[in-house]
């Protein structure tokens, strides 16, 4: 996307009074995807740019002017311009200003690097690829692939459009207690482990409630005191360390807090 038409697609927005929420959901694409075409990090395909243009009431080709000039083999010429200081000054710095964003923002797409922290996971491959997981949801960039999948409260978008067959996923049809007890039976009459593998029934509202927080995109409906009684057995059975396992349960309180916190926004 060049930085001129991403700036155009904000000044057009934003002279017709709309948020990137609105606009999405006019659309029917994610906040994310707006936000992309607007940081120049992304284009909007054929279908996009003809809503656009009727959203904004402007022709494609008004929509997708560049002042760029464009030279023989068809590449762009990177060479510095020659500026009288006298002449021009204010356009010489707009230059200089404009390229040093393209360096750096060339810099970021080819830097690698792997980001954990309380904001989340953040993963960048040599490739150019990108996964990052936080509490507004899971966005992955697939450079091999060119797909860009987010996975957030307002659904799954793969490539900015929403996947109407998230609802319809193998996940809400799986038999996933059927399969728990099966293999309990297995554990219990084939290696005697009754105990502890009663622990594998806990496993079930972890599942079920994981599917419904997802499909309600409400991070509160997740059951996560189960979880952090399921690690919590599994720490004492198998390592022993009851102390200071037990202290995962104070870690309930903050999950709640910062998942209604983002429920609500």
Known sequence: MNIEIANRL???????????????????ISRQAVSKWERAEASPDTDNLILLSKLYHVSLDELL???????GDGRQDTEMPVWEEEERPEEKEEYEEKKEYEDKKEYEEKKEYVNIGLEGV????????????????????DRKK???????????????????????????????????????????????????????????PIWYSFI??????????????????????????????????WMLYLTIPVYYFLASHVSST
């Not at 002017?65 to 030279?71: L, M």
Request: proline share 3%; with cysteine; hydrophobic share 50%.
């Open 10 to 28: 904000v000044n057009l927005r934003k002279s017709n009074h709309l948020s990137q929420e609105a606009l999405a959901e006019k659309l029917g």
């Open 65 to 71: 002017k560049t002042e760029e000039d464009i030279e």
């Open 146 to 204: 060119g797909e860009n999948v987010d996975i957030d409260k307002e659904g799954v978008f793969i490539n900015g459009k929403k996947w109407e067959g998230w609802k319809m996923c193998w996940l809400w049809s799986f038999p996933f207690t059927a399969v728990i007890c099966i293999a309990y039976l297995i554990i219990g009459f084939m290696f005697g482990a009754w105990h502890p593998g009663w622990l594998l029934f806990l496993l079930i």
């Open 122 to 141: 953040h993963v960048k491959d040599k490739d150019g690829s990108e996964v990052h997981i936080g509490w507004d949801g899971i966005h992955v960039n």
């Open 212 to 245: 419904s927080a997802v499909r309600k995109g409400n991070a509160t409906m997740f059951a996560y005191p189960v979880l952090v009684t399921f690690v919590f057995f599994c720490a004492g059975f198998w390592l022993g360390i009851w102390h200071p396992a």
